[in-house]
C-alpha cells in the first residue's frame, strides 16, 4: 500500500538538500559542480525550495500549527 502523507517525499528532499550543502561545503571555492552539470548555488537554492515544499505539505497534511512553526523558525533565526 503506497503512503501519500508526504514524509516520504520529505525525507527524500531533506537527503538531496544533505548532498549537494555537502557537495557545496567541500567545493566552498567555487560554483562549479564537481560533476560539472551547473552552479552548485541553483541547486542549493532548487533543493532549498524542494524541501520548504515539502515541510508545507507535511504541515497542511497533519494539521500541524503554522503558527507554532513560524514562531519557531523565527527563535531560530535569531
Known amino acids: 500500500m503506497m503512503h501519500c502523507d508526504g514524509l516520504t517525499k520529505l525525507i527524500e528532499e531533506c537527503g538531496e538538500?544533505?548532498?549537494?550543502?555537502?557537495?557545496?561545503?567541500?567545493?566552498?571555492?567555487?560554483?562549479?559542480?564537481?560533476?560539472?552539470?551547473g552552479s552548485m548555488?541553483?541547486?542549493l537554492e532548487e533543493e532549498m525550495a524542494d524541501v520548504m515544499a515539502a515541510c508545507v505539505f507535511v504541515a497542511e497534511k497533519f494539521g500541524?500549527?503554522?503558527?507554532?512553526?513560524?514562531a519557531r523558525a523565527q527563535k531560530k533565526l535569531a
Open 41 to 43: 548555488k541553483l541547486r
Open 17 to 37: 538538500l544533505a548532498q549537494i550543502a555537502a557537495k557545496k561545503q567541500a567545493y566552498f571555492n567555487t560554483d562549479t559542480h564537481p560533476d560539472g552539470k
Open 64 to 70: 500541524l500549527d503554522t503558527e507554532f512553526l513560524e
